[in-house]
């Protein structure tokens, strides 16, 4: 799969916040889109979901050619992609188990699972979520308590994480996935990513402020947004760059955009 996004210009409540955003993102590849506060980044994850708060008012969201910019948030999840909050819910009597068994259900067999698929289902879905609660180094009671209620934040954080390795989508937004973890959590977080992208070939955009997730992640690719368009495109050493200098050099360069 291809995740394509030309010259994407959105807005919120008549406020233009994207103003012609260009990026690809393939399957197997991890992206990281870094910039400073209110420069666009949880804007554009959340127009690529389609946030019903955001209006596209001009260009285009591509998945493996066809536009995707009038499809419902759901529909966009059935087609591969997925979007982990900056700040997750809490959904009082519904425990994560269940909610993340219907969610797994209703991708893998649709609305209309019947009965005979829905165990299948079942069965299937304890098994991985046995696995991947481990992998992220989880307390199994978790599945059992509702979804974020009383969750630490990174508790919260390694939940999406959790949602992502069992819905295994085609291309995963993380939206500042490591903010409010310490070290440990943060390294548990990117070698979560690692692990899904390298078993099942997804690709990934990886919102954040900070380099240090980027440590272990080690993205093949890292963009700057600034303005509300992505002003920079290379490697890892941007990422570095971007730690000794500060975004400072990034708003002495680009100081004439405005947003």
Do not use: W
Not at 5 to 17: F, K, T, Y
Not at 86 to 107: C, D, H, K, M, W
Not at 185 to 193: L, N, P, R, S
Not at 214 to 224: C, M, S, T
């Amino acid at each position: 799969m291809e995740l394509k996004i030309v010259d994407l210009h959105a807005s919120v409540e008549g406020r233009q916040i994207l103003r012609g955003v260009n990026l690809t993102v393939r399957e197997g590849e991890i992206h990281s889109l870094m910039g400073p506060n209110g420069s666009g980044k949880s804007t554009l994850a959340s127009v690529i979901m389609g946030h019903p708060k955001y209006t596209v008012d001009s260009g285009d969201i591509l998945l493996d050619g066809e536009s995707i910019v009038n499809l419902s948030p759901d529909e966009r999840a059935r087609r591969g992609l997925f979007l982990a909050f900056q700040y997750p819910v809490e959904i009082s009597g519904v425990t994560l188990a269940n909610f993340l068994r219907r969610a797994y259900i209703n991708l893998k067999y649709g609305k209309d699972a019947g009965k005979e698929k829905e165990r299948l289902g079942v069965l299937e879905f304890q098994k991985i979520l046995k696995e991947k609660i481990e992998m992220l180094k989880l307390d199994p009671s978790i599945a059992k308590r509702y979804l974020n209620e009383g969750f630490s934040g990174g508790e919260k954080k390694r939940c999406e994480i959790l949602q992502m390795a069992i819905l295994q989508p085609r291309i995963a937004v993380l939206d500042e996935t490591d903010s409010g973890l310490d070290i440990d959590g943060v390294k548990i977080v990117a070698e979560g990513v690692r692990a899904v992208s390298s078993q099942t070939g997804m690709g990934a955009l990886v919102i954040t402020h900070y380099q240090r997730i980027l440590n272990y992640l080690k993205p093949d690719v890292v963009h700057v947004m600034y303005g509300g368009r992505i002003v920079e495109t290379g490697g890892y050493e941007l990422a570095q760059l971007l730690e000794e200098k500060g975004y400072s050099v990034i708003e002495q360069k680009y100081g004439g955009v405005s947003g």
